[in-house]
């Protein structure tokens, strides 16, 4: 019987060849990634610009007297505060209720046009960091999350009920959301101080899939 004999400058060139291999593997499943993350930002870069001329293209003429703007990443903005509601108060004013009656339909159709890429349509509400006689930030803190959520349900519930959207409303039922962010997201003035009167506003956000598909593969390499 022959006995056969492996140093070990063979054994560990035979282990350095192994770790090479699942370094080799490893770098084309992230260059894969990088390659897909790509691809997904163009499209998801293309189908925003598409949707934002789309935007601008309905509304425009109907922004300076609904005193609302759409930002670059097509989020609707009404930043009126005593147009939307009372102080402190979450029942839709007549003029904000007359407001939705012509945005929201016409904001639906436009979307429908991109519904095999929209994962979400949500409706904030945002609030300033005051409240009446409370000094208390964490007081404060959670009146404003109760009211900004409150807001933004009596919004979505409103336009949900509108006649003019009954034949969409079961993808109307897959897609929105209410969110409450109370004065997470405030909107400051140059010298840094709060603007309150801007910060009080309610918005229309989409959520796209190529969001959510960017979203999965970081979260899969931060668990790595």
């Not at 010298?191 to 506003?201: F, H, I, T, V, W």
């Amino acid at each position: 019987m022959i006995q056969e004999n492996v140093s070990l400058a063979d054994l560990m060139s035979g282990l350095m060849m192994v770790f090479l291999l699942i370094a080799v593997v490893f770098m084309l499943d992230v260059q894969q990634e990088k390659n897909a993350m790509g691809e997904i930002a163009l499209l998801a870069e293309q189908s925003r610009s598409q949707l934002h001329d789309d935007l601008m293209g309905e509304f425009s003429a109907d922004l300076k007297q609904w005193n609302a703007v759409i930002l670059e990443d097509n989020t609707v903005r009404f930043k009126a505060p005593k147009v939307l509601f009372q102080s402190g108060q979450s029942t839709l004013r007549l003029k904000f209720k007359t407001i939705l009656d012509d945005f929201f339909p016409r904001y639906v159709s436009i979307l429908q046009g991109y519904r095999d890429e929209i994962e979400a349509i949500r409706i904030e509400g945002h609030t300033s960091s005051y409240w009446q006689n409370v000094n208390d930030v964490a007081i404060r803190y959670l009146k404003n999350v109760e009211l900004s959520q409150q807001r933004a349900l009596s919004t979505l519930k409103y336009c949900y009920q509108l006649g003019s959207v009954k034949d969409k409303r079961e993808w109307l039922q897959k897609m929105l959301r209410a969110n409450g962010l109370a004065f997470a997201q405030r909107i400051f003035n140059e010298d840094g101080s709060e603007n309150a009167k801007k910060s009080r506003r309610v918005e229309f956000k989409i959520v796209t899939k190529a969001e959510q598909k960017l979203h999965q593969i970081l979260v899969k390499h931060l668990e790595e």
